[in-house]
């Protein structure tokens, strides 16, 4: 289901300005959370709106967020694509939140809460690829799955892409591997860890879903699989 639904700061963008030193700066100690991750880690983050006043003080406010496009799974979980732009740079990623629902009954909540914050996630890992908390990725030595160029985020508008299950390593993006691909299939599978858990995993720890992981990330996500008991 496609449509431009969410959007911050609409304005001229053409006269936006960059402040890469301001982007790029570390966050305080009293802005970095931290929550329990898949694998039982814990993952630092930084909230919302601490991105949203990052990018409001680097730009002047001149700078726009929408989701492209975004679907509901039968994983019980909602992915959007969205898009961050701020002059004539543009940024394109993922983003996810599982589906909310009650425990006596298992009908969902509030599904436009959960594409909300499947919306903040989409925008906080654009921001990253503006350099905004990256600092936080490159401690846990995952900056390069952040550091796209921006022929490759151009790659990301197609949301469809999907069709691909990741088997073709011959698109010259030194994409995840056929074999690597089923490796991880089965050691999750060995694992009892479901594809929906393992995507999330990704999102976190690479930005991305399993299936578009660069061989980099897989040989990683390979070795974390095998640590596991």
Not at 56 to 65: L, R, T, V
Not at 71 to 90: M, P
Request: net charge neutral; charged share 25%.
């Amino acid at each position: 289901m496609a449509g431009s639904f969410f959007i911050f700061n609409p304005t001229t963008m053409k006269e936006a300005t960059m402040n890469r030193e301001l982007l790029e700066k570390p966050f305080g100690p009293e802005q970095i959370k931290q929550r329990e991750g898949n694998f039982g880690k814990k993952l630092d983050y930084i909230e919302g709106s601490s991105v949203i006043q990052r990018l409001n003080d680097s730009f002047e406010a001149k700078w726009s967020f929408e989701i492209v496009e975004h679907k509901i799974l039968d994983t019980d979980e909602v992915v959007v694509l969205g898009k961050l732009a701020a002059g004539d740079i543009v940024k394109t990623q993922f983003g996810s939140s599982k589906i909310t629902k009650a425990r006596e009954t298992g009908n969902m909540i509030s599904l436009a809460d959960d594409l909300k914050a499947a919306g903040t996630d989409a925008l906080k890992k654009c921001a990253t690829l503006f350099g905004v908390g990256l600092h936080l990725y490159k401690s846990s030595g995952k900056a390069s799955s952040h550091g796209q160029s921006d022929n490759e985020n151009k790659s990301n508008n197609n949301f469809k892409r999907g069709n691909n299950n990741g088997g073709d390593n011959g698109n010259g993006n030194n994409r995840i591997s056929a074999k690597q691909h089923k490796y991880i299939t089965n050691l999750s599978l060995e694992r009892g860890i479901s594809k929906s858990k393992l995507n999330q995993h990704c999102l976190e720890a690479y930005a991305v879903a399993v299936d578009y992981l660069t061989m980099t990330d897989a040989s990683s996500l390979i070795e974390n699989l095998l640590s596991q008991n």
